[in-house]
């Protein structure tokens, strides 16, 4: 008997899924892990400690309807979030493919026609201007000092952590410069936002009424925290673990309230 990676309950190891990490899964939290990652694209491509799940040993397990499901959100998934053409119709919205296919996609749903330029209703016999929605974007972003991804061109803010950006298409690269992860210069870091992860790490690590009850002890612990991230900022490979209770991916940003993991060295959050 083996144990289910998120459940942890016990199962028959013929009746469960074993990944190439040799993690298990059983089949109930293996189909709910495909669901997730639907309508998640944080989770996309399938993966177990950064590493994808073979689909051929995996669809036999899902039921008909799922596996249409995942392959239809595949094909949006696989495609740059930049390119991507949605029908303009409000009540249908349905991924249409590739603004690199053609000028115009008729949506084989509802029959409204989108111009993949604009990603607004057809116009053949007007001039296609950008979104204008965009263009401020854009301005917000350049006044602001957000970075774009140089893969997908999707605009990124940071918060808090390092400078070391992963996408949600899977790039990474150095927020500061746009430069692919450690083919720059640049620092890996601002101090004060290293500050505030490692508090954050510290709160997750030992509560948030440790920083009331014990101040001094609280204060210590994120001092060693910080020099800690420091001295190992990689940390490569992470030690994985799952994670009950759900959070915020620090990578991705998105809310995982079932398939989050922890970093057992570090208390870092991630959706791997």
Sequence with gaps: RVDCVICADAFRSLSTFQAP???????????????????????????????????????????????????????????LANHRVYCT?????????????????????????????????????ENCA???ALVELKALATEKHWQTCPRCSSIIELNIGCYHMT????????????????????????????LNAAEERVEREFGVAARRAEP????????????????????????WRHHQGGGTCEECGHYLPLFLKVCSSFYRNGCH
């Design 130 to 132: 950008e979104n204008a």
């Design 167 to 194: 996408c949600r298409c899977r790039m990474e690269f150095c927020y500061l410069c746009a430069a692919p992860w450690k083919t720059c210069a640049c620092p890996q870091w601002e101090e004060s936002r290293l």
């Design 21 to 79: 990490c040799d993690h298990y899964y059983c089949i109930g939290c293996l189909r709910e892990l495909v669901r997730a990652c639907v309508v998640d694209e944080s989770l996309f491509p399938l993966r177990c400690c950064q590493q994808p799940l073979p689909l051929a040993n995996v669809f036999p397990l899902l039921p008909g309807s799922l596996r249409s499901q995942f392959n239809e959100k595949a094909r949006e998934f696989g495609t």
């Design 89 to 125: 119709n409000p009540t249908c919205s349905k991924f249409l493919g590739s603004s690199e296919q053609a000028l115009n996609i008729v949506c084989p749903r509802c029959e409204t026609a989108t111009c993949t330029l604009c990603k607004q209703h057809t116009h053949p016999r």
């Design 216 to 239: 001094v002890v609280f204060q210590r612990r994120v001092e060693a925290r910080t020099q800690e991230m420091r001295q190992y900022h990689d940390c490569n490979p992470h030690r």
